[in-house]
């Protein structure tokens, strides 16, 4: 049986991962500056991810058995979701798309300090899908978890990450980050 489970354990990991990630900014802010709280909220944003979507949101599920298992991926695009999500009033299709969004713009926050950016930007948002791949992997091999991989979930993540490296662009001009390079 899965051990922990439910919105408390979410909102406690939540927020121990916070602190974990304000006081990774504090040390590195001499460093880095304004990229240092860029950089522990980004990590804090896959964090929150991780923690949204690998624990079960009811409590704990108990056993899943064998043959409730599905053996691959849903490859049924736009296929059978929810239509709400405990924190969310939209369906699970805009949950998907906008929790990714906040680690675009933040890549872009982050990645604009350096020259090496136009590179960083690109790559982080390969990272980023290859997390969404793995996070939805991840759910069709812990069945305890009582989720379910859906490739549908990927292209929404990788939506929401495009939308947010966008909205990052832009906002990158108005924060202009590199200023701050030494």
Do not use: H, K
């Not at 460093?31 to 964090?47: I, K, N, Q």
């Not at 899943?64 to 298992?69: I, Q």
């Not at 950016?117 to 982080?124: E, I, S, T």
């Amino acid at each position: 049986m899965f051990p922990v489970g439910g919105i408390e354990v979410m909102l406690l990991g939540t927020a121990l991962s916070a602190a974990v990630c304000v006081v990774l900014a504090l040390v590195l802010r001499r460093r880095l500056g304004f990229t240092a709280w860029t950089l522990a909220a980004l990590l804090w944003s896959l964090v929150v991810i991780a923690i949204i979507t690998l624990i079960p949101a009811s409590g704990a599920p108990g056993i899943v058995p064998a043959e409730g298992r599905l053996d691959t991926c849903s490859f049924d695009i736009g296929g059978p979701a929810p239509d709400g999500f405990w924190i969310f009033s939209g369906g699970q299709r805009l949950l998907n798309t906008v929790v990714f969004v906040p680690p675009g713009v933040l890549l872009v926050l982050t990645a604009a300090r350096w020259r090496i950016g136009w590179v960083l930007v690109p790559l982080g948002l390969v990272l980023l899908a290859g997390y969404s791949a793995g996070i939805e992997l991840t759910q069709l091999e812990l069945a305890r978890i009582d989720r379910a991989c859906d490739v549908t979930d990927i292209i929404d993540n990788v939506t929401g990450a495009v939308i947010g490296v966008l909205v990052g662009l832009v906002l990158a001009v108005v924060v202009r980050p590199w200023r701050l390079r030494r």
